[in-house]
């Protein structure tokens, strides 16, 4: 079993940048593939970036050139660098992971604000 624990949210201005990172315990972290998945007021839940065992990563096409997802197995991290953040970014962001033979886990997310 997976805990994972979000952080980094808050409120920015639109053209800023926000670091969320996304912390593991309780299992080998690095045969999961992580995900972060946003949901904005009235929206439904969306894909925002994955990153594989392998670390290769993808990304939705709203956020292509403005985020980068990383992932650091020796500290049982995952991050999203955020850059270049509009108000449409607005939203709670979560962090998934998945093993296709264990399971999949969620953290609590984390609230990123973008407003003048």
């Known amino acids: 079993q997976v805990q994972l624990v979000e952080s980094g949210g808050g409120l920015v201005q639109p053209g800023g940048s926000l670091r969320l990172s996304c912390a593991a315990s309780g299992s080998i972290f690095s045969i999961y593939t992580v995900t972060w998945y946003r949901q904005g007021p009235g929206k439904q839940r969306e894909l925002v970036a994955d990153?594989?065992?392998?670390?290769?990563?993808t990304y939705a096409d709203s956020v292509k050139g403005r985020f980068t997802i990383s992932r650091d197995n020796a500290k049982n991290m995952v991050y999203l660098q955020m850059n270049s953040l509009k108000p449409e970014d607005t939203a709670v962001y979560y962090c998934?992971?998945?093993?296709?033979?264990?399971?999949?886990?969620w953290g609590q997310g984390t609230q990123v604000t973008v407003s003048s």
């Open positions: 990153i594989s065992v392998s670390g290769r990563p």
């Open positions: 998934n992971a998945e093993n296709r033979v264990i399971g999949a886990y």
